[in-house]
C-alpha cells in the first residue's frame, strides 16, 4: 500500500512538474527587427523569419519602447496600396509583453505596408513600416504540393476498395 501511494505521489509530481505552461510552447526567436516611429511612440518590429516569404509561418512581435501597458493600437495590412489585413493589436500568445501576431503567414509575395495606429498617455499616433519585400513561397507550387500529398490518400482508398472485393461473399 505504501509504495502504490509513493508511486501515485510520484506520477502527480512529474505531471504537474512537466506540465507547466511556459513548457509547453516554444519562446518566441526574433532574428530580425525593424525601427517605425508611429506619433510619440518609438515601435520595434519583430519577425521571427528573415527574409519574409509568402506562405511561411512566422512570429511578429509588435513592441513600444516603453511597453504596452495603458496603450491600444491598430495594425493594417496593405499590399500594392489596398488593405489585405486590419484589426487591433493584441498580446502575442507567447511573448506576453509585447503585442504581436502569432504564426501568421503572409498570403503573396510583393511590397507590403505594415501600419501602425497607437493611441496612449503621450496622445495618437500613426506610423508604417514601408516597402516590406515578401519573397516568393519557398518549396513547390502549392498545386503540385497538394497532388503529391494526396497520393497516400489514393493508396489508401484502392486499398480498401481491393480488400473489400477480395472479402466479400457472393450469394447464389
Known amino acids: 500500500m505504501r509504495r502504490t501511494l509513493l508511486g501515485l505521489a510520484g506520477t502527480v509530481a512529474l505531471l504537474l512538474g512537466l506540465a507547466t505552461p511556459s513548457l509547453a510552447f516554444e519562446p518566441v526567436n526574433v532574428v530580425h527587427t525593424e525601427k517605425v516611429q508611429a506619433g510619440p511612440y518609438d515601435l520595434t518590429v519583430g519577425f521571427s523569419t528573415w527574409p519574409v516569404k509568402a506562405m511561411q509561418s512566422l512570429d511578429f512581435t509588435f513592441a513600444p519602447e516603453d511597453g504596452i501597458a495603458g496603450k491600444k493600437g491598430t495594425l493594417t495590412m496593405l499590399h ?4 489585405q489585413d486590419d484589426g487591433p493589436l493584441a498580446r502575442h ?13 503572409m498570403p503573396e509575395p510583393g511590397t507590403w505596408t505594415l501600419r501602425f495606429d497607437v493611441e496612449g498617455p503621450a496622445g495618437a499616433g500613426t506610423g508604417e513600416l514601408k516597402n ?41
Open 80 to 83: 500594392s496600396g489596398v488593405a
Open 132 to 172: 516590406l519585400q515578401v519573397m516568393e513561397q519557398p518549396g513547390p507550387p502549392m498545386g503540385l504540393s497538394w497532388a503529391i500529398s494526396t497520393i497516400p490518400l489514393f493508396g489508401l482508398i484502392a486499398l480498401i476498395v481491393i480488400a473489400w472485393r477480395r472479402t466479400r461473399t457472393t450469394v447464389e
Open 93 to 105: 500568445p507567447r511573448k506576453r509583453e509585447v503585442w504581436g501576431l502569432d504564426i501568421h503567414a
